[in-house]
Structure formats: C-alpha cells, structure tokens
C-alpha cells in the first residue's frame, strides 16, 4: 500500500524558517492535487496550501507571503517552505494527494512544527 512519508518538521524561534518535504513510498496513478494541512491542539485539521497538477498554488490567508508550496512530479513529492513562522504556526503539518478519478484522499502520517522561543 502506498505511503506518504513526510520530514522537516521540528521547533523553531519566532522567525525562523522550515521545509517541510513529503514523497509518496510508492507510485500514484494521477495525482489531481497536493496539499498540505495543519491540526492544532484543540482545533480543526485547516488548509495550508495546494498545488495542482499544473502547478497552480493555493494558500490560506493566514499563510500568504510567508509558505510556499512546491511539487517534484518526477518523485511524486510535494514541499513547503515556510518562513517568518509565528507561535500561530504551531501545529501538526499534514501531507495530501488527491488522485484518480474519485480524487481519493492519501495522507502522511503527520511532522510536528513547534514555534517558540
């Protein structure tokens, strides 16, 4: 069964900067999307940012200007580089792609990003 291997995350100082990376163990038959998502404690699982099979970004406003989303198809990976991270930051950072023709849903296991100082 295919897998979605994230890393990256970790604890950083107000500021500071991550990559996030996620790569799929296996191959997946058109992937329509990638994504990535954040649950908080105490929170609801949010959109933090998509990329479609066209490399067209979508970013939830909390994010604008600071993550950027990015995708190797030739390793079936997806990326985001966050900077100027704030405490608000702080959450469990998920990995998704939507494939085939159902869009089905494929997720990481999940990377914990702290921001503190």
């Known amino acids: 069964q295919v897998q979605l291997v994230e890393s990256g995350g970790g604890l950083v100082q107000p500021g500071g900067s991550l990559r996030l990376s996620c790569a799929a163990s296996?191959?997946?038959?058109?992937?329509?999307?990638m994504g990535w998502y954040r649950q908080a404690p105490g929170k609801q699982r949010e959109l933090v940012a998509t990329?479609?099979?066209?490399?067209?970004?979508n970013y939830a406003d909390s994010v604008k200007g600071r993550f950027t989303i990015s995708k190797d198809n030739a390793k079936n990976a997806v990326y985001l580089q966050m900077t100027s991270l704030e405490p608000e930051d702080t959450a469990v950072y998920y990995c998704?792609?939507?494939?085939?023709?159902?869009?089905?849903?494929?997720w990481g296991q999940g990377t914990q990003v702290t921001v503190s100082s």
């Open positions: 998704n792609f939507k494939a085939g023709r159902t869009w089905y849903d494929y």
């Open positions: 296996g191959s997946i038959f058109r992937v329509n999307a």
């Open positions: 990329i479609t099979s066209d490399g067209t970004p």
